[in-house]
């Protein structure tokens, strides 16, 4: 599984970024996928999960911290997903390197990491 991901950039406190990410490959046996961040000097924490296969598919989970200003959403395609994360009311400690990962249902599981995209936020 390929993870790519975009649409990190700079903002000012109060406004809205959307991330991508795409997944190509063995996208088959994915069953979610997360948003995790990474602030400086700071470890990376899991922002928002969605179950991509199984009974629960579409179901969202967030971090406190993001609840009601953050929206997780996919597309599925032929041979690809696409994840979003949709940011709004960006606070300046969302900055972050905001990463993409997928999990799957092989054994031994598989997990797989996007390079990451900058997201700063700053007046």
């Known amino acids: 599984v390929h993870l790519v991901e975009s649409g990190g950039g700079l903002v000012q406190p109060g406004e809205s970024l959307r991330l991508s990410c795409a997944a190509s490959?063995?996208?088959?046996?994915?069953?979610?996928m997360d948003w995790y961040r990474q602030a400086p000097g700071k470890g990376r924490e899991v922002v928002a999960e969605?179950?991509?296969?199984?009974?629960?598919?579409?179901?969202?989970?967030?971090a406190d911290s993001v609840k009601g200003r953050f929206t997780i959403s996919r597309d599925n395609a032929k041979n690809t997903i696409t994840m979003y994360l949709q940011m709004n009311s960006l606070k300046p400690e969302d900055t972050a390197v905001y990463y993409c990962?997928?999990?799957?249902?092989?054994?031994?599981?598989?997990?797989?990491w996007g390079q990451g995209t900058q997201v700063t936020v700053s007046s």
């Open positions: 969605i179950t991509i296969d199984g009974p629960a598919n579409g179901s969202v989970k967030y």
């Open positions: 490959g063995d996208i088959f046996g994915i069953k979610s």
């Open positions: 990962h997928a999990g799957d249902n092989y054994f031994p599981p598989g997990n797989y």
